[in-house]
């Protein structure tokens, strides 16, 4: 569920859903679209990290430029269970639990 960008907490994975210029939107946003009425472009850009200092990061270590402005975000979604665990209906000993870096520097 989309939440306000205000909320967003630091240090974690997320969506962000921005309002920008159409050639940052169009690089940064996937499933980007025109705002109606304005001169705005609007989308969807995965996989984003809001820094203790307050700059938002992509896991590629890309920055958000400052032309495009996040409105809301929501939490990632849970991964899929694996191919192997939902053919044989028994759990995937393969399969490890991944945690990003915080605090690394890209």
């Given at each position: ?5 205000e ?12 309002v ?63 191919a ?23």
């Amino acid at each position: 569920m989309w939440q306000p960008i205000e909320t967003a907490q630091k240090g974690i994975y997320v969506d962000l859903w921005c309002v920008g210029d159409a050639s940052d939107i169009s690089f940064y946003c996937a499933g980007h679209s025109k705002v109606k009425g304005v001169a705005l472009w609007q989308g969807r850009a995965t996989d984003w990290r809001l820094d203790p200092d307050g700059k938002w990061r992509a896991a590629q270590g890309l920055g958000l430029p400052l032309s495009i402005k996040p409105t809301h975000w929501q939490p990632l979604p849970d991964p899929p269970e694996s191919a192997a665990s939902r053919a044989t209906g028994e759990e995937d000993e393969g399969m490890v639990e991944v945690t990003p870096l915080a605090d690394s520097v890209f």
